[in-house]
């Protein structure tokens, strides 16, 4: 199993997993020391970068920095990084934080991890803007239209499916999950945020259990189709290394 979302650096050691996932940073505090947990769980990837929560603390000196620590083994892609309507922090600082990182990240060959919420026409214009089909990456916690799967699919990003396929009540993203490219479909927990239950292998099995159900695979084939997409999407292979 492959978790493409997992804050691993915000959970107690001993629920940190030995199986493969990305652990994206929020903001620079975590930068260093992320780059430090890949050296001691090799299947541990990581994403640097400045979630649009922190927009406001971004400098000059950032952008710096990060291009310097994407460089570390480990850090596969840049992340997680966005646009968030609920904020505070002015569109216009969260578009230029967004577009700094993006450009690294396409300098650099990086896939980035997205974070959207409730801006995802904006958003849409600025990878597009900003070319990131080049380097691909995955659209963290998708919870959109069929349609919007397949503009994001068409700009070479994966969708992360997380546990809002298990709520009863969302009744578009098991369509989105059925109709979408079977390469498109990666599948992430967000722990320690949306998990109340200290086994974090289940709630993600649980997740590609829905995922098998939705596209009547069996689970080891869900298993192994999401984990290879998340490799070849990252960049990584299965003997901790990177490509
Ligand atoms: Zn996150």
Redesign the pocket.
Known sequence: MFDT?I?AYQLPARHRMARECLV?AVNEDEWSDLVALHQHHVHFWVALGVHPQYADCWTPQHAMTLERQLRKPGVVAVG?IGLDKRLNIPMRVQEQVLRSQLRLAVDLGKPVIL?DVHCIGRLLSILKEERVAAVGGVM?GFYGSVEMAQELVALNLGLGIGRLLLNAKSSRLPSVVKTVPAQSLVVET?AP?RVAVADWRRPLLDIITAVADCRSWSVLDAVRITRNNARRILRVNGEGSHE
């Open positions: 979302h804050h994206p997680e974070h963290h967000d945020w």
